[in-house]
């Protein structure tokens, strides 16, 4: 049975199989009524609650809001969740059209919930994720018992619905880049590249709100991966070294040492693929140089 939220309790279908155990509050208010309720109630002082499993979370935008971010500047409405679980996973948000009006803007926070300048702060800000024609599946990582706050922001009024699904993101989700990485003892992998001020996809352990490339790594045997990054023109840079998309298959992250520099080794547990991410710690513009060492 799907659980679906209100922004007051939790019930199933037509308020059949609700349970002490599954902390579902039953109600009988018409959904319109119940809607406007989340609406009006759901701020950053007074969020909705996401659970701990997999629902469908649904509201209506006003005409006027509070909150603005680095990207959508929304003058209308939002609507706030606030999600803090009990252990570490990747979260997956993908709006249903057939139930959303409005055209809006995503943003997900860590331990703030509010206007964000600099969007340090924001783990995605995307003013497209949200549109009644259907949307991206966009996804973060959410660590044990830290907040997190989802906000629906518009200009206009209207209705939306989405899937919080709590699941590693499909590896399509992260953009992997075209360039493989083969490993070969002794062998050394370097690429550079330059990154444009904004959001990127790959969320991980070590905080990384910035754009990123994320490299295939086709490994023959078990061993060890020595990976340097140098950011440059303010890239901070952030590794990691995982086996899907999300962070939960995370074998390791390093957050820049001095800021300009970063350095992470893990040792591959066998043969298979594997992904080396260069992320970055802010969302400023800048430029990296990234080695992958294979040691003897």
Same mark, same amino acid.
């Given at each position: ?37 989340? %609406? ?20 209506? &935008? ?30 997956? &948000? ?28 924001? &783990? ?138 970063? %350095? ?15 992320? %970055? ?8 140089? &990234? ?6």
């Amino acid at each position: 049975m799907r659980l679906v939220m209100d922004g007051r309790g939790w019930c199933g279908a037509a308020f059949i199989g609700c349970s002490l155990a599954a902390a579902c509050g039953l109600t009988t208010d018409p959904v319109e009524r119940r809607d406007a309720e989340t %609406s009006r109630l759901a701020t950053c002082e007074n969020p909705s609650e996401l659970p701990q499993f997999d629902t469908v979370a649904s509201g209506d &935008l006003g005409e006027t809001g509070t909150l603005t971010g680095w990207c959508g500047q929304d003058q209308g409405g939002e609507v706030v969740y606030r999600f803090v679980p009990s252990t570490s996973t990747d979260v997956n &948000l993908e709006f249903i059209g057939s139930q959303t009006t409005a055209d809006a803007t995503l943003r997900v926070q860590q331990g703030f919930c509010g206007n964000d300048p600099s969007g340090d702060v924001t &783990l995605i800000c995307d003013p497209t994720a949200i549109a009644s024609t259907g949307s991206d599946v966009r996804h973060f990582f959410a660590q044990a018992g830290e907040e997190y706050f989802i906000i629906v922001d518009s200009d206009d009024p209207g209705s939306f619905a989405f899937d919080f699904g709590l699941r590693n993101p499909e590896i399509e989700q992260c953009n992997v880049h075209s360039e493989q990485i083969e490993q070969s003892s002794g062998a050394t992998f370097r690429w550079t590249n330059e990154f444009a001020r904004g959001h990127g996809r790959v969320d991980g352990a070590c905080p990384s709100p910035g754009r990123e490339n994320m490299f295939e790594l086709d490994a023959s045997y078990a061993g060890r991966v020595e990976v340097t990054a140098i950011g440059h023109n303010g890239l901070e840079p952030v590794l990691s070294v995982r086996q899907g998309c999300g962070g939960v298959t995370e074998l390791g992250c390093s957050s820049p040492n001095d800021r300009e520099r970063a %350095s992470l080794d893990v040792t591959l547990p066998s043969a298979g693929r594997y992904y080396v991410v260069i992320d %970055s710690a802010t969302i400023d513009s800048g430029d990296y140089e &990234l080695e992958v060492h294979f040691p003897d």
